[in-house]
């Protein structure tokens, strides 16, 4: 549902209706597995296996929340993927130098970092050469495409899915089926699949960030910002200042709709066709607006379905929240603000580095500070990177590669008096 500013009929007042994103990472419902033939099933993403095009469509409304991810991307990407090979022999280093030819490490490292950074978890994928002999080819697959499939009865997840979920499957040659390694140790399962003959030529590799609940797909730490609401607000914020600018009506009642609603109503009238559910969704609209109208419904109650979650707490299909217009000011610019920070906290960046400081008066940070504030970001970003060098070390091993070092140098912001704008650090070379 896009997020929208309705007029109340016969009110000199407005009511703002968004999507409710408390509930967009977490199901409150069983999640079953669905059945692909008579011997594999995979795990949806979600109850709808909708999940993380759901999260992207809220991504993309919000310029904070999107800008943020970008930049903790582009964090972790640092001064790129690099393959040391000073101190490998010459054979090798001509080996490697071949390598990157045939596989493009900063398109897959950026990838990779994005997909880590959205949804906590990255998919590479290995292609041994026709002799088996090494590995020819690197490919990351998009995360929101893959699905697992169901762990067996010790836990482990032995396939991955991947296709184009948002589209109707109706096929199972539609779906890329590929096995899936040993999450906690892939090079030996790798070694000891190639021992036993293995006709596979294509493996895929999980890098998967820990979090405190091991899911199938892990919940993003940046997920509290759904939780909390603070999404909710800073998009009704943005909403009443384009009210304000359109129309001199202030906005009085803001109304979230979970999806479910519309679901159930769906569900209880029978209709699946599109083009039904939209007319649906927009009568069901205008039935909260009439309600709304008019001094005569200050008696009148609103019934609407909630149910409890296990841990005890209500989860309202829609919710109407009456907004304190008598506030001063009138231009939120203060909220905004706390909004902003807010998101770029939970997401741990600073709002001096993306420039997403708003308000008329803006303090800045010294130069020394964003430099410190910029080192500590890039510095964070060493897990991430521990986490990504699995699959390279594998790479490096299992071709023969020795002395070659898998490495991300950062970039360190310099100061004037050292006459250049910025150099490269990493562990083996000060400079």
Not at 60 to 83: H, I, K, P, R, V
Not at 311 to 332: L, R, S
Not at 406 to 425: G, H, W, Y
């Amino acid at each position: 549902m896009t997020p929208s500013v309705e007029n109340i009929p016969g009110v000199n007042a407005a009511a703002a209706l968004v999507r409710d994103g408390s509930s967009v990472f977490r199901d409150d419902t069983d999640i079953m597995p669905v059945r692909i033939n008579d011997r594999e099933e995979y795990m949806p993403w979600g109850a709808d296996n909708m999940m993380p095009y759901n999260i992207m469509e809220l991504i993309e409304q919000d310029e904070t929340l999107a800008t943020c991810l970008l930049w903790n991307a582009q964090m972790c990407y640092g001064s790129g993927l690099q393959y040391n090979t000073a101190e490998a022999a010459a054979a090798t280093q001509k080996q490697v130098e071949e390598w990157l030819l045939d596989n493009s490490l900063p398109q897959y490292f950026l990838g990779v970092a994005q997909d880590m950074k959205h949804w906590g978890f990255a998919i590479s994928v290995i292609i041994l050469s026709n002799d088996g002999k090494s590995i020819a080819r690197l490919i990351r697959k998009e995360a929101c495409y893959c699905r697992f499939a169901k762990a067996d009865k010790y836990g482990k997840i032995k396939r991955v899915y991947y296709a184009l979920w948002r589209d109707a499957i109706n096929r199972e040659q539609e779906i890329e089926k590929i096995d899936l390694l040993d999450e906690t140790s892939p090079l030996a399962d790798l070694q000891e699949r190639m021992k036993k003959g293995t006709k596979a030529n294509k493996f895929a590799i999980v890098t998967r960030m820990p979090t405190a609940d091991h899911t199938y797909y892990p919940i993003p730490y940046w997920a509290a910002i759904f939780r909390s609401h603070w999404y909710n607000i800073k998009q009704l914020i943005g909403l009443a200042k384009e009210n304000k600018i359109k129309n001199s009506a202030p906005i009085k009642y803001l109304v979230e709709i979970s999806d479910k609603y519309f679901d159930r109503l769906f569900r209880n009238e029978g209709i699946t066709d599109p083009a039904k559910q939209r007319q649906r969704m927009i009568s069901a609209k205008q039935e909260i607006l009439d309600f709304l109208a008019g001094a005569e419904n200050s008696g009148k109650t609103w019934f609407a379905n909630f149910y409890v979650t296990p841990d005890g707490k209500e989860c309202h299909e829609v919710q109407i929240t009456k907004i304190d217009t008598t506030k001063q000011g009138g231009d939120w610019e203060s909220d905004i603000q706390e909004a902003v920070n807010m998101i770029c906290f939970t997401l741990q960046v600073h709002s001096n580095l993306v420039g997403s400081v708003p308000g008329k008066s803006q303090t800045n940070n010294s130069g020394s500070d964003k430099r410190e504030l910029y080192t500590i970001a890039q510095a964070l970003q060493k897990p991430y990177h521990d986490l990504l060098f699995t699959v390279h070390r594998l790479i490096c091993r299992f071709n023969g590669w020795d002395g070659v070092k898998v490495e991300v140098p950062f970039i360190q912001l310099t100061t004037l008096d050292e006459n250049k704008d910025a150099k490269t650090v990493t562990i083996n070379n000060n400079e």
